[in-house]
């Protein structure tokens, strides 16, 4: 089946510091890419939905400044949290569809455990 | 607003038992229902997804129903062994823009 590769799996960054998020599409391309995280004993939430090109959509709450999602190319997006701090330590996931915006037809990555000490 | 329960919670039993994993949306005007699982700090593996006209899927030993009428889905684990140990979680396609709405999930542990 189709993969999405997502890096890194785990990372440990100081306050205050930016973090980056990849995920590439390996042999599909991913016209929308959904981005998740998922806090301790909750659900999964969307954060953003990003289409190739254009500005991402944030779900209400989520901070467009703060959580920055980068879309230019069909196989590659980024998730950038800057700033971060240590309420940000969370699951991060993110899930890429070959179709339009809500496809059913989508592949998730591995996840990014972040910790911010 | 779509939302998704799932119960129980938990569950532990002993390997070799055939369990049920109970999923509920509260409006049926769903579009699919996906179950996927989840190893502890890993991503997401896609289980099973039931299309809207669908009323169930099998893939080996688990079977998934669906029934958009009553707000239900199960997924039914056959045989249950050690490996099956994983979090469950269901999630519905919903909206015109068919995001996922997650359940929190089922934490199964089955144990030899």
């Known amino acids: 089946g189709a993969v999405v590769s997502q890096h890194p799996s785990r990372v440990i960054c100081k306050s205050g510091t930016s973090v980056k998020i990849e995920c590439r599409s390996l042999?599909?391309?991913?016209?929308?890419m959904f981005w998740y995280r998922q806090f301790p004993k909750q659900s999964l939430m969307l954060m953003a939905t990003s289409n190739e090109g254009s500005k991402a959509t944030y779900e209400q709450g989520v901070e467009k400044d703060k959580f920055l999602i980068n879309h230019a190319s069909l196989t590659l997006s980024t998730l950038t949290v800057t700033s971060a701090h240590p309420e940000d330590s969370s699951f991060y996931i993110c899930?890429?569809?070959?179709?339009?915006?809500?496809?059913?037809?989508?592949?998730f990555g591995q996840g990014t455990r972040l910790t911010v000490v | 607003k779509q939302e998704v329960t799932q119960i129980p919670a938990a569950l532990s039993v002993p390997e070799g038992e055939n369990l049920v994993l109970n999923c509920s949306f509260t409006d049926s005007a769903i579009y699919n229902l996906q179950w996927f699982r989840q190893d502890p700090g890993k991503g997401l593996t896609s289980l099973l997804l039931i299309q809207s006209s669908q009323r169930e899927q099998t893939s080996g030993r688990l079977n998934a129903s669906l029934d958009k009428s009553s707000g239900r889905s199960t997924l039914y684990i056959a045989a249950s062994q050690p490996g099956d140990s994983a979090t469950y979680l269901c999630a519905a396609y919903a909206g015109n823009n068919r995001k996922l709405i997650w359940g929190l999930g089922t934490s199964l542990a089955v144990n030899p």
């Open positions: 042999d599909f391309q991913a016209t929308t």
């Open positions: 899930r890429g569809a070959p179709g339009e915006t809500g496809s059913t037809e989508a592949f």
